[in-house]
């Protein structure tokens, strides 16, 4: 491959809603660039960009791939995101070292749930856009009706700069409003558009979009508005440079026609990158964080400043190791080059540094500012990584990720398994944000976290096939704790004195409840020395320890306050182990009194749901216990935050992807402890014990 630089190169992000053919248009472009013998198919694995074997098991893109096609004078690198919601993050992900986004649509959907989280993203990112209107070939793809449903969404600066010809399986070509020339295809053919007549019985329909796309450049700039006043009309040496400054700053977002499957439009898709989308090279700068001090620098995307590449994706790759994706922001990276990693210290060599298409390395011998790549075992470096040239610090931004929205507990299924779980784990978290490994403090269980069930499933599957590691899945344990409502006062007394040396603690103490969030709080109130100050700390810690083994349950006790206010010693017999017995001798004899009760995890959840699910869905949320909090309406979606005992939503995600025919998504987060209703504490009581096998332990 060629080395590029400069204006020859563009980047792109394809982000879309699941299954509107994102993975099928970058087949298609490939192959109409010559760059694959053959069409790529999703549905028979044979997609350049999805080759994981999750993917092409599943038929869907799980994370970004990456795909380059060489079109005309230029290179263009195109990240394929999934579209799927519990992988989107990967379309954030990618958005930073984009220059533009192509949003894909289904042209029989129209605007779906994930079409405005990508949206949104871009927004958040200020990415320009080209929305791409795909599978015009299907049956009930309405041009018409997607355009209407794109404006609704997303304002009238989303204007057609082509029209289809014939619809549905007569679907043969497009016509371009900004040159008003037509071009056909034959439907599975080589991708290659035929420049031809705009067909009679579009001419009327083609002339008003020409003029409407017209006059929302002119609008935008005062030099073509007097232009277009004086002639009537706008050419396209003046449209085109308009319309690339417009849509680069984000003031028009064009709309184009396809079929992927059909490959019909996808070199019109690159004629449009390359000439609509900006270059690397016409970004201002690019801005870095905030230095320890608080100078924040910032690069140009040109060969001439210092080497710095930011990493935006890891690889586990079973037999090449790790691989790192990066894109090249400032300088020109050389093969064999040694830069600093800038957030971790430390230096990584970048031998046989490469372009990806799809799972092929293609090497290359240097990378030009603006341009993305691919280096395999890099030390420690890991996504969101800066590097770059030692005598000139810099760190991009990392992108932020929302919490895990769903939790499990994770068992080996053999001993062998237990020893490869921890090593598989961690290095797919290398190439995952979105996973979570820990172990719960109260529970002691193995946690895994993720986006959603099937994020996890995808997982599971990978500790199998990637690492050999065999595990079972279960809905983890609800940490459970336990307080008190009433106040106790009580003697606490340790005494052995028979024979020998003998053990004598007695502590008094007071006990009462604390606010939520209190913890645990402890006074020493002795006066006059019934205690030796020595044998105090002891007294604590005898508290402290059967606390948090539990009173009703086994959960550990929290929000109170114990006050020591008097006791008596022995000069011979009494020692730190004595007063630590009667300090828990003390605490469950208080605990019998001061009204014990089990507190459980409330968690904050925020469901989006299209409008029609609303009701049913808090319907749901109220046999769930949960509270609504306040419900908002965002463009067709409603957002329902409401709080909801964690035991109700262990399995939630599965069920709201059936309650919602897969449309809805939601996360949650910790918010608070409460008590638990009544009826239901001595179910979980009793279970709690059973799954112990609890023997009720001696009084001392
Ligand atoms: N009829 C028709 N089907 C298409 C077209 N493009 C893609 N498909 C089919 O639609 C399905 C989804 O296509 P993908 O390319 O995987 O869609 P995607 O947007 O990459 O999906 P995610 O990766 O899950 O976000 C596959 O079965 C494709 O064969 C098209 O233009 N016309
Ligand atoms: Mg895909």
Redesign the pocket.
Known sequence: MKVYSGTNIRNVAMV??????????VSAMLYTAGATPRLG???DGS?TT?HDEEEIAR???ISTGLAVVEWGTSKINIL?T???SMFVHEAKMALPVVDAAIV?VDGVAGVEVVTRRVWNYCEEYKTPRLIVV?????DRANAERVLESLTNAFGRDVIPIELPIGSEKSLSGVVDLVRMKAYTYELGGNGKGKETEIPANMRAQVQEAHEMLVELVAEGDDKLMEKFFEAGTLGEEDLIPALHNAIREDKIFPVIF?????NIGADRIMDFIVDYTPAPAEHEWVQGEAAGNGDAPKRHESDEEPVSLYVFRTVSDAFAGRISYFKVFSGVLKNDATLQNFGRGGQEKFAHIQTMQGKTAIPVPELHAGDIGAVAKLKDTLTGDTLGDKSAPIQYPRVKLPEPAITFAIEPKSRADEDKLGPGIHKLMEEDGMLRFFRDPQTKEFLIAGTGQQHIEVIVSKLKKRYHTEVVLKAPKVPYRETIRGKADVQGRHKKQTGGHGQYGDCKIRMEPLARGGEFEFVNDIFGGAIPKNYIPPVEKGIRDAAARGYLAGFPVVDFRVVLYDGSYHDVDSNDLSFQMAGRIAFKKAMEVAKPTLLEPIMAVEITVPDDFAGSIMGDLNSRRGRIQGMDNKGGNTVVKAEVPMAEMLTYGVELTSMTQGRGSFNMEMHHYDVVPGQLQEKIIEKAKAERGEVKEEEE
Do not use: E, I
């Open positions: 879309g809603h699941g299954h509107a053919g994102k993975t099928s248009l198919r999703v549905d997609a999805d038929k869907m893109s394929d999934p579209g799927f894909v795909n599978r015009m070939d299907r396809s079929s992927g499957l059909g």
